[in-house]
């Protein structure tokens, strides 16, 4: 099979390979947080960026290994990953703290893996109570009673 790229689909492509390889938790400031599972293939996407005419993109480390840089990690593919971890934040926030209240209101240490329809409308109820509140002021109002029952 024969694929080919502009040079502007081809940066594209650094840029989602380094994404991709942030979210499973390779950080280009540490090699050795390259994931062993994708390493190979993302030294064969790097390696190719000057063949592609992306050279500018890519640097190579003592040991010959190839990694995106500063003009692929900052500007847009940046954003995106603090956008992504903002998301992420609020997402897990609200939905841990809906879970820990509709488990409270239950009297249970655990929430069954199916819900029934009511306390399905209860967990929504909770959440969207939650993200109106975040959405209004953030964590400024939210308080951690050490040792105690929020």
Known sequence: MKV???PKEYARLL???????WVAGARPDDPATMPERYAGIAQKVFA?????????LVESDVNGEFFPNEKITAGPASE???QFVE??????L???LAERDLRHELGA???ADELSDDEKEKLEQLE???WREFEADGVDHLVVLRGGKG
Do not use: M, Q
Not at 15 to 21: A, D, K, Q, W
């Open 4 to 6: 080919s790229f502009t």
């Open 15 to 21: 840029e989602l390979s380094h994404l991709g390889l």
């Open 48 to 56: 190719l960026a000057a063949p592609l005419g992306c050279a500018d």
């Open 80 to 82: 995106k990953i603090d």
């Open 87 to 92: 998301d992420a934040f609020w997402g897990e």
């Open 94 to 96: 609200v939905a841990r």
């Open 109 to 111: 240490t655990k929430l």
């Open 128 to 130: 969207d109570n939650y």
